[in-house]
């Protein structure tokens, strides 16, 4: 056995190991990060252009004080930021905002991406980004057609309702899933409460656009 | 027993000691990603990779790191390889990736790997070391696939996305959730008790055996 | 309303033992006894919320020029501030140290610590929130381990199978555990 090391020893040997860990970690990360950032920004492109039909590219704009504040780095959004995207087609006409949302579904948080038209005031897309719904039962939110289909021509004014009993009447009513009854009313309450006080954001914003086109 | 060889090393981690079913180390990751065959593998994927890296690593460098602070030493270097993974999976498997979500991180404070380090890798050899490690990983692996397989077939009716029993099949969907996990590795736990206290017993009674065939050519 | 949502979550309907499998190593370790059990949840509630401060300080000071070092300045955070409550306690309150005294270097190696740091990372709390988290996520392991004990106690002395007997047995109370907190979820979405 050799003696005691001496303290200078160890704070040498700790630091020099700290130090080749934060090299080989800092070129690890050089190597990965753009990858890593084009598969977040192709995750985005795909699911606004899932929930906007015939879009094309988008701009993202920060919505906070009455007012949209161009975002120009999007990797910089912060999750308490509110963010829209402004879809627009080959013509560079807008087809509408995609908009996230997050809140509380039956079992953990449910985050999700609806497509707004502000000229028709109607919901025209929707996907769930992530949740831990029950399989089987509360994940049906990501597959049930009937569900799903409710939200391509979907009113959103007075407010958006939930129907229980049989098929909806009214085009402000989504069609519950049987078996995930409080998922559904979970999206329903949280596309409400994040539309809400967007919407006369979103129609300034439509008109200074130039309104539908025909 | 004195002599150790690659060929035991290898093999022990896989059946006679191992890591889930035996030392009933490594719960959370065992558990927490296990819904599906797939996620188990990967996640023992993962886990192979780290503690094989990590193994050489300590084992090369033995004689060098100091031993007062051997534990941050191979904290640092479990800490390092797992955030290698993590950038990787995010990069080349985002699928996976958004599968295992933070258990991926959570590697670092597996059991197991900090445990083959001390136990293990510290004091032997890098040849036996990467034989202990990679049979450790590999009984990890497979426990880990056994549970996530069992889970799936039951909570899902499918076995790495195959489905296997047809249309009228209604699934077992505790078996997916989180009291599925406990259940399953707690039914693994009976059947290897089970087969260890048969093996006892077959023990004993060839040691009982054995003064009445031997006792005359002791002599 | 969201700070509710949080912590209620955190606490019962996402416990951290019984739904995410985080901190097994004490559940399954210490719950033999009640008191203990009592104890060694306090210590975790305790360290859990320190590393939340710990925690957002990293991520909004010193992680955001150099992200990659993300976990290893997690890992050695929690191992210090497990360090520091322990001459901390020590100080100023030896009754409570000799209280919890050997539960406190164990806490280092209880996953549930570097779980709560990561998931308050993605889910990108802020420095209120992340403290409520780790409040919820302390008083649902707590919870956990109090219950655990209570019903391990009155186990060991009934009659069961040698084959069930330890660790299988745990798993199985854990698996009813588990669904009856399942009956925790929807709390918030009707």
């Known amino acids: 056995m050799s003696a005691q090391p001496t303290s200078a020893r160890l704070i040498i040997s700790v630091t020099l190991a700290g130090l080749l860990a934060g090299l080989l970690l800092a070129a690890t990360y050089r190597v990965t990060q753009p990858l890593i950032e084009a598969n977040q920004q192709k995750a985005t492109e795909t699911a606004i252009f899932q929930v906007l039909p015939g879009t094309d590219h988008f701009e993202s704009f920060w919505a906070h004080d009455g007012i949209l504040e161009p975002i120009e780095n999007p990797l910089s ?18 087809t509408g905002f995609a908009i996230p949302a997050a809140g509380p579904g039956f079992q953990d948080t449910i985050k999700v991406l609806y497509g707004f038209d502000p000229n028709k005031r109607e919901i025209i897309g929707f996907q769930v980004l992530d949740s831990r719904e029950t399989p089987g039962l509360g994940d049906k939110i990501l597959k049930d057609p009937a569900f799903l289909g409710s939200f391509k021509h979907l009113a959103v004014e007075p407010v958006i309702l939930l129907q229980t009993k049989g098929p909806p009447q009214h085009n402000n009513e989504v069609d519950a899933i049987s078996g995930a009854t409080i998922s559904s009313r979970a999206i329903v309450n949280l596309l409400n409460k994040n539309l809400n006080p967007l919407l006369d954001l979103l129609s300034q914003k439509a008109q200074a656009e130039g309104g539908p086109h025909e | 027993m ?27 990751p065992s558990l927490a990603v296990t819904n599906s065959c797939i996620n188990g593998l990967a996640m023992g994927a993962a ?4 503690l094989v890296c990590s193994s050489i690593l300590v084992s090369a460098l033995k004689s060098v790191i100091p031993k007062p602070v051997r534990i941050s030493m191979y904290v640092l270097i479990i800490a390092t390889f797992v955030t290698i993974v993590d950038f990787s999976l995010a990069a080349w498997l985002p699928d996976i990736h958004k599968a295992l979500g933070a258990f991926i991180a959570l590697i670092v404070v597996n059991c197991l790997i900090l445990g083959r ?44 996305g195959f489905s296997l029993f047809g ?3 209604e699934p ?41 065939v031997k006792g005359p050519m002791v002599v | ?137 302390g008083a649902g392991l707590t919870l956990a381990l109090v219950i655990m004990a209570g019903i391990r106690r009155d186990t060991e002395l009934s009659n069961v199978q040698d ?28």
């Open chain 1, 77 to 94: 959004i912060r999750a308490d930021q509110q963010v829209v995207y402004l879809g627009r087609d080959g013509q560079n006409q807008m």
């Open chain 2, 167 to 169: 249309p009228h099949f």
């Open chain 2, 2 to 28: 004195s002599e150790k060889n690659l060929q035991s090393e290898f093999l022990k981690g896989i059946w006679q000691e191992n890591p889930v079913f035996v030392a009933v180390l490594g719960l959370c």
């Open chain 2, 47 to 50: 886990t192979f990779f780290v």
């Open chain 2, 172 to 212: 077992w969907v505790i078996m997916v959730l989180p009291p599925g996990g406990f259940f399953t590795l707690g039914g693994l736990l009976m059947v290897f008790q089970y087969w260890k206290d048969r093996k006892q017993a077959r023990l004993r009674a060839e040691q009982n055996r054995e003064p009445l």
């Open chain 2, 117 to 160: 380090q001390e136990a293990f890798a510290s004091k032997n050899p890098v040849g036996l070391s990467i034989a202990d490690a990679m049979g450790m990983a590999l009984g990890f692996t497979l426990a880990l696939t056994l549970i996530g397989g069992i889970r799936e077939i039951l909570g899902n009716g499918s076995l790495l």
């Open chain 3, 163 to 190: 084959l069930v007997r330890g660790a299988a047995m745990n798993f199985f109370i854990a698996g009813i555990l588990s669904m009856a907190f399942m009956g925790f979820a929807g709390l918030f979405s009707s």
């Open chain 3, 1 to 137: 309303m969201e700070l509710l949502w949080i912590f209620v979550s955190a606490c019962v309907i996402n416990n951290f033992t019984l739904a995410y499998f985080l901190g097994l190593c004490p559940f399954f370790g210490v719950s033999g006894r009640l008191d203990t059990a009592l104890k060694m949840g306090v210590a975790n509630t305790f360290v859990l919320t320190i590393t939340s401060v710990c925690a957002y300080l990293l991520n909004t000071y010193f992680l955001v020029y150099v992200p990659y070092l993300r976990l290893i300045s997690y890992i050695f955070v929690i191992a210090s501030t497990v360090q520091l409550t322990e001459m901390l306690i020590k100080k100023m309150s030896p009754v409570l140290f000799k209280a919890l005294g050997i539960f406190l270097p164990l806490i280092t190696t209880n996953c549930a610590i570097l779980g709560l740091a990561l998931f308050q990372t993605n889910r990108e709390y802020n420095f209120v929130e992340g403290v409520v988290f780790a409040l919820g996520a």
